[in-house]
T-cell receptor, first 114, second 116 residues
């Protein structure tokens, strides 16, 4: 089955700096890559996603890049703010048995230091 | 829409007791997922329903776990008997197909289960 690896597991940055979280996946059939943000004690929420036919997508301070050949994708957060502190999960999704099977990475705990 | 609604938010029970977790998906969503989250294993898919039918239950850890979806607006996850290693946060998520076969998941607030 699909295997998604995520690095780093923890990340501390100064407010205003950039943060980058990287993920790799194993199954070349994966075609959809969402990112979720989970604040302490709350539900995971979709913040950005990218389909396999796109190399980069940007939404204000966050962007995601995808390299299908290397099977890796990354989340970039610029001008970080304290409210960006959370656990971020990447995921890879592919069609399996008639539905999209989503496999999550293990998460990155981001701490933005004021 | 109120989003995916789960109950209870917290459940503390003793080993051997039956636990029932409940989920109400977003109206109009035809897919429902149950996930378990632990520090060690992250987010694990337990079971997936599409149009109220269980499609993939390969993630259900053992026979002590069962899930039902009697109608489009309600699902339950039951653990009987519960064990301390079942302690985790259990999330329900729903989705609808978006432009073909992409499913965007919307999570509930989760149930924090503690089995003593």
């Amino acid at each position: 089955g699909e295997n998604v690896e995520q690095h780093p597991s923890t990340l501390s940055v100064q407010e205003g700096d950039s943060a980058v979280i990287k993920c790799t996946y194993s199954d070349s059939a994966s075609n959809y890559f969402p990112w979720y943000k989970q604040e302490l004690g709350k539900r995971p929420q979709l913040i950005i996603d990218i389909r396999s036919n796109v190399g980069e997508k940007k939404d204000q301070r966050i962007a995601v890049t995808l390299n299908k050949t290397a099977k890796h994708f990354s989340l970039h957060i610029t001008e970080t703010q304290p409210e960006d502190s959370a656990v971020y999960f990447c995921a890879a999704s592919k069609s399996s048995g008639g539905y999209q099977k989503v496999t999550f990475g293990t998460g990155t705990k981001l701490q933005v230091i004021p | 829409d109120a989003g995916v609604i789960q109950s209870p938010r917290h459940e503390v029970t003793e080993m051997g007791q039956e636990v029932t977790l409940r989920c109400k998906p977003i109206s109009g969503h035809n897919s429902l997922f149950w996930y378990r989250q632990t520090m060690m294993r992250g987010l694990e898919l337990l079971i997936y329903f599409n149009n109220n039918v269980p499609i993939d239950d390969s993630g259900m850890p053992e026979d002590r776990f069962s899930a039902k979806m009697p109608n489009a607006s309600f699902s339950t996850l039951k653990i009987q008997p519960s064990e301390p290693r079942d302690s985790a946060v259990y999330f329900c998520a729903s989705s609808s197909r978006d432009r073909g076969d992409i499913e965007k998941l919307f999570f509930g607030s989760g149930t924090q289960l503690s089995v003593l």
